[in-house]
């Protein structure tokens, strides 16, 4: 553990975990932590933005362009936020997904889905299929594209890959997902286990923003829980979690889900990282070898994929 690495902790622990644990009021929730992202989260020199709007369900949904330098056309990541379900958004993971965008030399897509609790489940997965659906419309081929998300936004990846199996969508060249959320229903053991350890977040919020997104609704379905879903002839998945984290089972137990379907699955886990450490990429290490193993995995997917393409048009 990197000595950065055990600074951050103590400070997660000391002060960012007692916070997440006494805040009350989800607008004030939103709003620090977009206030906190937008000071101390930037994005990388030489990234370009550029507004973007998806047609969802019920309106429009506001999304992002994200670029670094001339990335190749025709390739793109589609990049689903975390935040619980009930938080999050452009502010928050921009400089993330941008990072991203850096290290694949790729264009990334970042979609702000609906919230809890005025949007319940399952708002948020049927605008993110939407954000996806939106990408094919506009010409962009399955196989140059990649799924990644952190947190919530790695289960909604991995439930858009279960849609992608049961309905009609093609699976993407690549998935990536940090510290996914996979398990609505809390079962891991490690929710338990590590509930003292996880040095960023509290279990009592965990359960309440479960309760809040699924508003009544079963968490057995696959599109809230995905360790549930189907991924018969799914695309190659990474799964990266920590191993003192409350969600370290429901890493382990999608990567058991996705094994069984035949899936070729990348489970990585780090030692003493908090929750979805990649966001503190240039200010750990862990983080930014994190994200550079992410960005290999990506881009050989995705330029296998192209090559796979142009073998069989050829």
Known sequence: MSF?????NLILRNFEKPWLAKVQDVGELRATMARRAERSLHVPPGTHRNAAWVTGPEGKIEAEWLTHGTPPRGQVILFLHGGAYCAGGLATHRSLAAELARRCGVRVF??????????????AIED????????LQSGYHAHDIAFAGDSAGGG???????LCGSEDLPYPAAAATFSPWADLSLGGETY??????????????????SA??????????????PIHGSFA????????????????????????????????????????????????HHR???????????ATFLRRHLQASALEMADAAG
Not at 156 to 162: I, K, S, Y
Not at 192 to 197: I, K, P, Q, T, V
Not at 284 to 294: F, K, M, N, V
């Open 4 to 8: 950065r690495l055990a600074a951050l």
């Open 110 to 123: 970042l979609p702000e889905y609906r919230l809890a609790p005025e949007h319940p489940f399952p708002a």
């Open 128 to 135: 993110c299929a939407a954000a996806y659906r939106h990408l």
């Open 156 to 162: 909604l990846v991995l439930a858009l890959l279960h």
């Open 192 to 209: 338990s286990s590590n509930a003292r350890r996880d040095p960023m977040l509290p279990y009592e919020r965990v359960v309440e923003a």
């Open 212 to 225: 809040g997104y699924l508003d009544g609704q079963s968490p057995d379905d696959p599109r809230a829980s």
């Open 233 to 280: 002839g799914c695309c190659p998945v990474l799964i990266q979690a920590s191993e003192i984290e409350m969600l370290a089972d429901d890493a382990r137990a999608m990567s058991a889900r996705l094994s069984a379907s035949g899936v070729d699955v990348e489970l990585r886990f780090w030692p003493r990282t908090p929750h979805a450490w990649h966001h503190f």
């Open 284 to 294: 750990i290490p862990e983080a930014d070898e994190a994200i550079a193993q992410a």
